[in-house]
Nanobody, 127 residues
Framework: QVQLVESGGGLVPIGGSLKLSCTTSERTITAGTTAWFRQAPGKEREFVAA????????VYDDSVKGRSTVSRDAAKNTVYLEMNQLKPEDTGVYYC????????????????????WGQGTQVTVSS
């Protein structure tokens, strides 16, 4: 069973930055697609960004494009999401999701396309 563990959330001021981590004990996180989703209170879980392995361009939702970077450290079996210029609408629980050994193409937003999920980490953006 693949386990994903997110960390790095917290209370961040408007305009601030944060870097979330998604770590697994499995090497296979580096051999597939790893995505970040978020869920605000009362709303559905939504796609934020995805890393699809070396040599492939990461994918970002329009809401975070230009102020976010998703990256991977293969040696640490970790995928990161760095976000800048944070806004109150970035508040939510951020989840890491993985599709092992498969580079997903097409629409990366549906949650059913991912096999494994972390427990989430809370991000609150407030003045």
């Amino acid at each position: 069973q693949v386990q994903l563990v997110e960390s790095g959330g917290g209370l961040v001021p408007i305009g601030g930055s944060l870097k979330l981590s998604c770590t697994t004990s499995e090497r296979t996180i580096t051999a597939g697609t790893t995505a970040w989703f978020r869920q605000a209170p009362g709303k559905e879980r939504e796609f934020v960004a995805a890393h699809r392995g070396p040599g492939r361009v990461p994918v970002y939702d329009d809401s975070v494009k230009g102020r976010s970077t998703v990256s991977r450290d293969a040696a640490k079996n970790t995928v990161y999401l760095e976000m800048n210029q944070l806004k109150p609408e970035d508040t939510g629980v951020y989840y890491c999701a993985a599709k092992i050994n498969v580079i997903l193409v097409g629409d990366l937003r549906p949650t059913y396309r991912y096999d494994y999920w972390g427990q989430g980490t809370q991000v609150t953006v407030s003045s």
